[in-house]
C-alpha cells in the first residue's frame, strides 16, 4: 500500500518536473538574460486581457505566430529588439508552458488583507 | 330626496349584489391605483438615493483605482489588498471569474449601481485591467434614511389621498343608489296620493254597513250585505297597511302593556268573515295572559298581516292554525307555501310571488319593519302546495 503511494507521488513529481521543465527550458532559459523580465511581461498581459483564458489565448497566439500587431510591448522595445522568432514547440508542449507560466504568476489565490 | 331619508327601505338582493360588485371593483381600482403610485414614488426615491450613493462612490472608485495600479505595479512584492472600513471592494476578470472578495453578497456584474439586500453596490470598469480585473465592485451599507423618509411621506399624504378616494366611493355609491332610491320614493309617492283618496268611501262603506240592522234583512240581501262587508274590510285592511308604510316615520310609537292574547282572538274574530268567505277554518290555541310591551296599533299591524297573508294564499276549505304562547305567535296556513330559494327574499318591499291574488307586497315588509323596531325574531318556514309557518318570538 505504502509503495503504491510513493510510486503515484513520484509518477505526479515527474509529470509536474516535466512540466516546469519545458518552461524553464523554453523560456526561462532565454528571458533572464533579457530587459523585460517574465514577471513583468506577466502583468502586462494580464493588463491587456484580464481572464486565463485570455491571458493564454493571447500568449498563444503570439508565441505561434509573433507580429508587430500582437505584441504588447512598446514600439521602441521592438524597434530595438525585433520581433521574436516563432515558437518551435509542439502545440501540447507550448500550452503546457504556457500553463505553468500562468500558475507561476497568477493573481488568484495571492492577496490578502492587512490584519 | 335623498338617500338617507329611506334607508329603513330594505335593499333588495339583486341590489345589493350591485352594490357590492361596484364597491369591491371601485375599492380593487382604488388600491391599484394607489399602489401604483406608493410603487412609482418608491422607485423614485430609490433612484434618487443611488444616484447620491452612486456619485460618492464615483468618487471613491477613482482612489480605489490608483491603489489598484499601484499594486499592480509592485505585484512582485507586496499582495496586500487594499481596504477601507466603510466601503467593501472585489474584483472579477473579464470572464466573471472572481480574482478577489471582500463583499457581503454576489454582485450582479450587468448592473451599475442597485441595491441587493441592505447592501448598495457600485460596479465601475476601469480602463486598464489592473492584477487582470475588468469589473471593480464596491459595496455599502444602506442606511435606510431614505426609506424612513418615504414611509413617513407616504403616511403624510397616502394616507390622506385614501381616505379622499373612499369619499369620493361614498359620493359615488349614492349616485349609484339614487336610481333605484328614486323608484321606491316615487312608488311610496303614489301609493300615499292613492290612498289618501281611499280613505273617505272605504270608511263610509264601513260605517253605513255597521249601521244596517241585519235582522229585518233577507238572507239573499244579507249574503251580498256581507260580501260587501269582506271586500269593505279587505280594502280597509290595505288602507290601513298603506298608511303605516306611508306615515311610518312621522306616527307617533306609544308602547304599552299589550294583552295578547285578548288583542289575536279581536283580529281572529275581525278577520273570520274575510276567512269565511273562503271557508278557511281557524284553529287557535291561544294561551290567556300572554303580553308584551309594544304599540298596539303596530302590534295590530302585524297581526292583521300574518292573518290575512294566511287567508290570502291559502286554498279554499284551507286551515289556519294560530298558537300564542309566551315568547311567541306561531301563524300556519295550508297555502301556496314558498320555495326554499325566495324565503330570503319575502320580507322586501313590493316583492311578490303569486300575482294571481291581489295586494302590493308590503304586507311583509311591515311585518319584518315592526319586528325589526321591537326586536322581534322572524321565522318562516314553509314547502310548496303544502304549508306556510310563519313564528314570530321575542
Redesign the interface.
Known amino acids: 500500500m505504502v509503495k503504491r503511494y510513493i510510486v503515484l507521488c513520484f509518477i505526479l513529481l515527474s509529470v509536474l518536473s516535466a512540466r516546469s521543465n519545458i518552461y524553464e527550458r523554453n523560456c526561462v532559459k532565454c528571458h533572464k538574460t533579457q530587459a523585460v523580465t517574465l514577471d513583468k511581461l506577466f502583468y502586462r498581459y494580464l493588463l491587456k486581457y484580464s481572464s486565463e483564458r485570455a491571458v493564454k489565448k493571447a500568449l498563444y497566439d503570439y508565441l505561434k505566430h509573433p507580429s508587430f500587431f500582437k505584441t504588447i510591448m512598446p514600439k521602441g522595445y521592438i524597434n530595438r529588439y525585433g520581433i521574436k522568432l516563432p515558437s518551435k514547440l509542439s502545440d501540447k508542449d507550448l500550452k503546457k508552458a504556457i500553463d505553468v507560466y500562468w500558475d507561476k504568476y497568477k493573481v488568484f489565490g495571492k492577496l490578502k488583507v492587512k490584519k | 330626496m335623498s338617500v338617507s331619508k329611506n334607508l329603513d327601505i330594505r335593499l333588495l338582493r339583486s341590489e345589493k349584489k350591485s352594490l357590492v360588485a361596484f364597491l369591491s371593483l371601485y375599492l380593487f381600482f382604488s388600491i391599484i391605483i394607489l399602489f401604483f403610485i406608493v410603487f412609482l414614488y418608491y422607485s423614485f426615491q430609490k433612484d434618487l438615493m443611488l444616484q447620491k450613493k452612486r456619485e460618492y462612490l464615483q468618487e471613491y472608485s477613482k482612489d480605489f483605482v490608483v491603489k489598484l495600479k499601484r499594486l499592480?505595479?509592485n505585484?512582485?512584492k507586496t499582495?496586500?489588498?487594499p481596504?477601507d472600513k466603510n466601503i467593501r471592494t472585489a474584483i472579477y476578470?473579464?470572464?466573471k471569474?472572481k480574482?478577489?472578495s471582500?463583499l457581503k453578497r454576489k454582485p450582479d456584474l450587468k448592473k451599475v449601481i442597485y441595491k441587493t439586500g441592505d447592501q448598495i453596490q457600485f460596479i465601475k470598469e476601469p480602463e486598464?485591467?489592473?492584477?487582470?480585473?475588468?469589473y471593480i465592485i464596491f459595496e455599502m451599507e444602506d442606511d435606510g434614511i431614505w426609506f424612513k423618509k418615504f414611509i413617513k411621506n407616504i403616511l403624510m399624504f397616502g394616507f390622506p389621498f385614501f381616505i379622499i378616494i373612499m369619499i369620493m366611493g361614498y359620493f359615488l355609491m349614492r349616485l349609484f343608489l339614487k336610481p333605484m332610491r328614486d323608484t321606491v320614493v316615487l312608488l311610496d309617492r303614489f301609493i300615499k296620493d292613492t290612498t289618501h283618496e281611499l280613505n273617505t268611501p272605504v270608511s263610509a262603506i264601513m260605517a253605513n254597513i255597521e249601521t244596517i240592522d241585519k235582522n229585518k234583512l233577507e238572507p239573499k240581501t244579507l249574503r251580498k250585505i256581507e260580501r260587501i262587508d269582506i271586500a269593505a274590510r279587505t280594502i280597509s285592511n290595505i288602507y290601513q297597511d298603506l298608511t303605516y308604510l306611508v306615515l311610518n316615520h312621522r306616527v307617533q310609537t306609544n308602547d304599552e302593556r299589550m294583552d295578547i292574547s285578548k288583542l289575536l282572538k279581536d283580529r281572529c274574530e275581525y278577520f273570520s268573515i274575510i276567512a269565511k268567505s273562503k271557508k278557511i277554518e281557524f284553529i287557535l290555541d291561544i294561551q290567556d295572559g300572554v303580553y308584551l310591551d309594544i304599540d298596539k296599533n303596530k302590534m295590530i299591524k302585524l297581526i292583521d298581516n300574518l292573518i290575512s297573508n294566511a287567508i290570502k294564499y291559502n286554498k279554499i276549505k284551507g286551515k289556519i292554525k294560530i298558537v300564542l304562547r309566551e315568547g311567541s305567535i306561531i301563524v300556519e296556513d295550508t297555502g301556496i307555501g314558498i320555495s326554499e330559494d325566495k324565503l330570503n327574499e319575502i320580507f322586501d318591499r313590493y316583492k311578490r310571488f303569486n300575482t294571481s291574488s291581489g295586494g302590493f307586497g308590503i304586507g311583509l315588509n311591515i311585518v319584518w319593519m315592526i319586528a325589526k323596531e321591537y326586536n322581534l325574531k322572524i321565522k318562516v318556514d314553509s314547502k310548496v302546495g303544502k304549508y306556510t309557518k310563519v313564528e314570530i318570538r321575542w
Open positions: 499592480h505595479r505585484f512582485s499582495h496586500i489588498y481596504t476578470d473579464s470572464d471569474v480574482i478577489f471582500l486598464s485591467y489592473y492584477l487582470g480585473a475588468k
